[in-house]
């Protein structure tokens, strides 16, 4: 019997630390649970951009704001633009990276309120008189129109631009049938192709456009908005926490926001 009782006792024993170490192993997860991890690419001034080792930008700065009122620790992912969305849900929990509401993303991700309305550019040679005057989308859409077939123009893969460029039906957009994208992974490299004389124009964001415009002599921005356009933050569909949580923060918060953008636009 004593036998017997000291085996009941160390099962009842091994069954209590099993117990704890489950509490302990949950408790673990609700901890990692506030490390709240944002996938960017951080080669977008002014919205994202790496200053040394820290991330910047407006929307860097709006997640780090965020975090911080909600008791979450910030873990940037800085990954190509057209990784971001299909990241959230699998590796990330948000998308920050001047992200355009659109359809297609509304398939595989959800959208907080947006914080900012933006607008494609056209980016073109300082030297270059083909736009100049200009004041209506039809104008310039007529003059691109005008190009020989097969001119490239660049732009940022995964981008507005590129659908604009091409066409698509979920973003609305009828494309240039003589016109061909070239595709970079940063608006960088796309505006460096332009000057070198490998393509025509560059399609990008008008807040990327005016960064690189105000820094280099050697290209201008046509001041014609080609598009109207909404940024939001992609969250993962299947987190309706997080996503009410940040757009009841958004709302509460829009002096803070607007402040974060003068900051780098200036008011």
């Known amino acids: 019997m004593k036998k017997i009782t000291k085996i009941i006792v160390c099962i009842a024993i091994i069954a209590i630390m099993a117990t704890v170490g489950a509490v302990a192993f949950t408790a673990c997860n609700k901890t990692s649970d506030k490390t709240l991890t944002v996938a960017t690419n951080a080669a977008f001034p002014p919205f994202e951009f790496k200053d040394g080792d820290a991330f910047k930008g407006i929307d860097m700065d709006i997640m780090a704001?965020?975090?911080?009122?909600?008791?979450?620790?910030l873990k940037i992912e800085d990954m190509e633009f057209d990784s971001?969305?299909?990241?959230?849900?699998?590796?990330?929990?948000?998308?920050?990276?001047?992200?355009?509401?659109?359809?297609?993303?509304?398939?595989?991700?959800?959208?907080?309120?947006?914080?900012?309305n933006a607008s494609q550019k056209l980016i073109v040679k300082a030297t270059d008189t083909t736009f100049d005057g200009l004041t209506t989308v039809a104008q310039v859409e007529a003059k691109l129109g005008d190009y020989a077939a097969n001119t490239k123009i660049g732009v940022q893969n995964g981008t507005t631009g590129l659908y604009y460029v091409e066409g698509d039906e979920d973003w609305g957009f009828d494309g240039f049938t003589n016109l061909k994208a070239t595709g970079y992974t940063t608006v960088a490299l796309a505006v460096q192709d332009l000057i070198a004389g490998n393509v025509a124009a560059v399609v990008v964001d008008e807040g990327p456009a005016s960064v690189l415009a105000s820094s280099n002599s050697n290209i201008k921005v046509i001041n014609v908005a080609l598009t109207e356009e909404e940024y939001a933050f992609a969250v993962d569909k299947a987190d309706t926490e997080l996503l009410n949580t940040l757009n009841a923060w958004i709302a509460a918060n829009q002096t803070k926001i607007n402040a974060i953008i003068s900051e780098y636009f200036g008011a």
């Open 84 to 116: 971001v969305v299909a990241s959230v849900g699998t590796t990330t929990k948000i998308g920050a990276a001047a992200l355009t509401v659109n359809e297609t993303r509304k398939k595989t991700v959800n959208f907080s309120t947006s914080y900012y």
């Open 65 to 73: 704001a965020f975090a911080s009122d909600n008791g979450y620790t």
